[in-house]
Each structure stands twice: as structure tokens, then as C-alpha cells.
């Protein structure tokens, strides 16, 4: 199992704060994960060619079409909070 001290050094690196009371419980999770690792490092894959995707035969694009714009009073209408031309959002940046 994972001790507290690396529970505690995986976090300082992901720079999150986690409480006491979820060191514990965070070690258990991260040695599940590592567990199920190791499982699939034992797999034998060398017969299994590599995907890129679900769909690999084509990439669908659509053509670029210029259209006309929506009316700024009109989008606007529609906000909680407006401020001349923009919307008006809380600061989020302190």
C-alpha cells in the first residue's frame, strides 16, 4: 500500500491541498491504480496492431462556410450580466 509520505509528495506535485483524514484513503486508490498496472503490464500485446482512434478509415471535416453573424443586442439579451458590449462574469483571478 501507499504510504502517507507518498501520498502527501504525489500531491505536493500535482499541487493540490488534501486533507488528513484523506491520505488514507488516497493511498488505497493510488495502489489499486498501480495495481491494475501491473496487470496490464503482464499482457501479451505484440500480436495487437496500435490504434489511433475508433475511426481510422477518414477524418470527416466540413467545408468552412462563411455565414451570416448573430446580432451582438441579440446575444446579449440573453446574459445574466452585461457591461457596454461584453458580458459581465465574476473575477475568477484573485
Known amino acids: 500500500m501507499i504510504d502517507r509520505k507518498t ?6 506535485l500535482a499541487r493540490i491541498q488534501i486533507g488528513e483524514d484523506q491520505k488514507d484513503y488516497l493511498g488505497t486508490q493510488l495502489s489499486k491504480i498501480l495495481e491494475y498496472i501491473d496487470k496490464l503490464k503482464k499482457l501479451d500485446v505484440k500480436k495487437v496492431e496500435p490504434m489511433r482512434g475508433l475511426h481510422v478509415d477518414q477524418n470527416v471535416f466540413r467545408k468552412d462556410q462563411p455565414c451570416q453573424c ?9 446574459a445574466p450580466s452585461k ?6 462574469v465574476p473575477k475568477v483571478i484573485e
Do not use: P, Q, W
Open 83 to 88: 457591461k457596454e458590449n461584453y458580458f459581465k
Open 7 to 12: 501520498v502527501e509528495h504525489v500531491a505536493l
Open 70 to 78: 448573430l446580432d451582438t443586442d441579440r446575444i446579449l439579451n440573453n
